[in-house]
């Protein structure tokens, strides 16, 4: 079976259910936007040297796939409510690794860091798309909780990563040049 059918979309696709919508859609942005922070994420593991970030990335990851899966059709249930329990539960086991945090940090370090905070920025977008979704066609209040969630895990994992590969965390100056 080819990827393509040769005659083109005309800028519609399968809406999950047998029928057409636009790829403009509220849905769809949002789709979209879970899908390229997926991919984000898929970059950040390539620079992974620890495999205590690689295996929340993969769970992450493996999350998004369920996500989009019952976004594209509410009625699929395949993402639960237990993901967003795993990503609290991270994110206090993640931040029991970290020195405090005193104030705001600048978004850089390691190159797998930069790219994690780099996944937390798209997941943010992603966030904004699907809160859209949620004000023009409702959506489950499972989706926005986990992908708001999902940016502070983001971030803290951004910060585990510089701290095991030896990056001191830069605060943003404030001051004029």
């Known amino acids: 079976m080819s990827i393509y059918t040769g005659e083109g979309d005309q800028g519609y696709t399968s809406d999950g259910k047998g029928g057409r919508v636009s790829k403009d859609s509220a849905r769809w942005n949002a789709l979209g936007a879970v899908d390229e922070l997926n991919s984000v994420i898929g ?33 699929r249930e395949k993402f ?46 992603a966030e904004r798309r699907i809160i859209n979704l949620k004000n023009e066609e409702g959506v489950e209040e499972k989706f926005m909780r986990y992908i708001n969630r999902l940016s502070d895990l983001l971030f803290v994992l951004g910060r585990l990563s510089n701290h095991k590969n030896g990056f001191e965390e830069e605060t943003p100056d404030y001051m004029e040049d």
């Open 43 to 75: 970059v950040a593991r390539s620079f992974t040297e620890h495999e205590k970030i690689d295996s929340n990335l993969k769970k992450i990851q493996n999350h998004l796939h369920r996500f989009t899966a019952d976004l594209i059709s509410e009625n």
């Open 80 to 125: 639960s409510e237990e993901s967003i329990g795993w990503v609290e539960d991270t994110i206090d086991e993640v931040e029991k690794d970290l020195p405090g945090l005193e104030s705001f940090i600048l978004m850089n370090g390691c190159r797998q860091a930069a790219q994690i905070f780099n996944a937390r920025a798209v997941c943010r977008r």
